[in-house]
């Protein structure tokens, strides 16, 4: 089993920053990419970033590229979500993802452990 905490969340005005850190515990040696989804209130759970755990290959939507950056640190076991020049249209609580596999990041029912979610609130 692998256990994911996120942090990092808040409210932030429209063109201002957060930076969210999931943190990794258990069998994390299983994990293959870590992957931040979102979900607002009404719709479905949609992609946002994708990083794989040991290459470093990174994957964004694409109405996030360009602002907002994944990475990660391995020896803490923690993956981080830098959002930059955030919109309303941000708002959403962000979940932390890890799967076991590195196929098709984008799709969130082939991750295997999900964290509690972290609210995001960007204000006009």
């Known amino acids: 089993q692998v256990q994911l905490v996120e942090s990092g969340g808040g409210l932030v005005q429209a063109g201002g920053s957060l930076r969210l850190s999931c943190v990794a515990s258990?069998?994390?040696?299983?994990?293959?990419?870590m992957g931040w989804f979102r979900q607002a209130p009404g719709k479905e759970r949609e992609f946002v970033a994708g990083i794989s755990w040991s290459g470093g290959s990174t994957y964004y939507e694409d109405s996030v590229k360009g602002r907002f950056t994944i990475s990660r640190d391995n020896a803490k076991n923690t993956v981080y979500l830098q959002m930059n020049s955030l919109k309303p249209e941000d708002t959403a609580v962000y979940y932390c993802a890890a799967k076991k596999n590195s196929l098709v990041v984008r799709l969130p029912n082939n991750y295997d452990y999900w964290g509690q979610g972290t609210q995001v609130t960007v204000s006009s």
């Open positions: 258990g069998r994390t040696f299983s994990i293959a990419v």
